[in-house]
């Protein structure tokens, strides 16, 4: 009996490994790839206003920030629901 | 011996508590308004405004002394998320953001926007990354993680050594921001000021360690943001009739570029940012604020943003409160609203520079020298900034102005002309997130340093002494900062961005093999630890000869390159060293799991257990 209970907890580790490691690479290549774009292409969307601000300037003053919190507190929301997931499974098993 | 506290619920007043503290800070600043309109003098304004808070802080630090060891290192696991967020957001931030970061803008306008999407990016990566799972170590410090994950002393020493770099750069720049602000304002001796604020530091931190550093950190946040806020607002006000300076500074850009204009600033060609670094004398303002990259290239926008970000999420200081929430979840929303706070005050850093430029050079511009403005014999008596006719037109142009960097901020109020009470609010405000981040960078250097090198070195079953050699390293690190601070001259700015980019290239690279990849050993992690900081060491010490890193950015560009190099020497000597152990894998599997007892806990648990056993028998 404890063969069976062990594979579906490594089963439930794994999935939750798994399922953390893409939210991570999603939440900071997200935000990454973002400052990057926004870097590149500054000058041109310069020429381009948003709320009295030059946009390239206004997406590395204001606009990258308000994203990176939106990201923050939805990987929170997030993992701890795959956490809960995982925690479930194991009661389970 | 005591075994760890089980309890983990936090204290339930908390909220009225520091509702009360919100409260006397605005109070006294009420008070002190009210006695500024009675005829009482500035001097006496400015010590009151200094030394109350600073009493309160100590008085907070007092009440929370301790001599419980999990108190000590970790607050007792109970700080509710908020709380220890906090204190999160002025570490990170600190007096060097504060004061030189606002300054930096100032200068620099657009090209200084790295700084603060670094140190936003860089929670954004510490929460994702690390934070987690260093909760579920429950390691008092940093270097005792490496210890436990790969069961190595020699790992745990290395990396207790390595962190002095980062560390101490932090304290002296901190304790630096902190000194030069009490000794303009009380006004005292710089190095008199460096002192007293070395006994204070140390005084919170042997009080109580990291519970007295929660919860006077806390209040010292608080009264940190609530006098950032109030002299900008009314800025705000007066210049755009609305209560919200981050969206409403873009409405005064035109007037920012006409008033540039007027005093003769032209866009500057790429080159670096190094004449913003030295902050020793006043500058001269020569580039416009919206001209991107004008100081520095693109690449090296974004070598300073990642070497920042990456300094951040590895920082040992902030990694060192990764332990001090209730769970693995709680200390994940932690760093979330730590995020959120220090975004907010990198949204908000950007309309002080611009409101304090506006009115500056909306006065300036080529004003003849009999008809100078008030506020500049004001800024002139506290030395933040000074005009010199030097071509001898008769006229002061924008390069005939020189502004000290760290000295905007306080710049703010007397160039709106607003009551003094305002720029001693904005100057008490900005002290108290300097000690916030003092105490706390010279509680995880002494920590450091007695816990992971000599503690390991000569380990004592005994909880007084190794409290007490604690004590002693936190009050030799204190002294032996103050006495750096008056033999050295020490540029906040330059000594925080080595700082990232030691952490970056020394600390990144080992904590995303240690937490990410099963194979890596204490090999790879000795390894990585010494290729990044080693690689890093010479770049700044013997580069210079070769032209290597005497730039902010090359600075940086010499971090990336030796977190990158760290990596790979970290990665190679797992693959072709020993491999790993069974009770590494297992740690490694424990440490993954999201709930439970902190796996130190577990661990002396089990200690006590069985050291009650061999005691019955």
Known sequence: ?93 | MVGPSRQRTPNPHLGAYYGIVASAFVSLAILLALAEQLGWSDGSIARLMMLLPLAFYLVIAGASRTLDIEDFFASGRRVPPVYNALVLAAITVGGTGFFAYTGAIFFLGFDALAIGLGWTCGLLLASVLFVPYLRRAGAYTLPAFLGQRFQSREARIAAGAMLIAPTALLLAAEMKIAAAVFAIFMPLPFWLAVLLIALFVAAAGILGGMRSLTWSGSAEFIAGAIGLAVPLIVVSVLLTHLPAPQFTYGEMFGSLQGAETAAGMSPVGPGEIVPVLPETTPLQAGKPFLQSFGTITRTGFFAIFLCIALGTAALPTLLSRSGVTCSVADQRRSTAWALALVALFAITAPSLAAFAKILMFRDMALVPTEGLPAWLSVLSQLQLAQARDVNGDGVIAAGELFVMRDGVALALPILAELPYVLTALMAAAGLAIALAATGSHLFTLGTGLAEDIYGVIDVRPIELPRLMVVWAAIAACALVAAVFLLVAEVDALRSALTAFAFAGATFFPILLLAIWWPRCTAWGALASLGTGFGILFLCLTVGGFFGIAETATGICAASLMAGVLALGAGVAASLYGPAATPSDAAYFEAMRRPDGETLFDQAQARATAAEQRANEE
């Open chain 1, 1 to 93: 009996m404890a063969e069976p209970v062990t594979e579906i907890e490594n089963a439930a580790r794994d999935r939750h490994q798994l399922r953390t490691l893409a939210v991570a690479i999603t939440t900071t290549s997200a935000v990454l790839c973002a400052v990057t774009v926004a870097v590149i292409y500054a000058m041109p969307l310069n020429r381009l206003w948003f709320l009295h601000f030059p946009l390239g300037f206004y997406l590395l003053a204001q606009g990258l920030l308000i994203f990176a919190i939106v990201v923050a507190f939805w990987y929170v929301r997030v993992q701890e629901r795959i956490d809960h997931t995982r925690s479930i499974n194991e009661e389970i098993a």
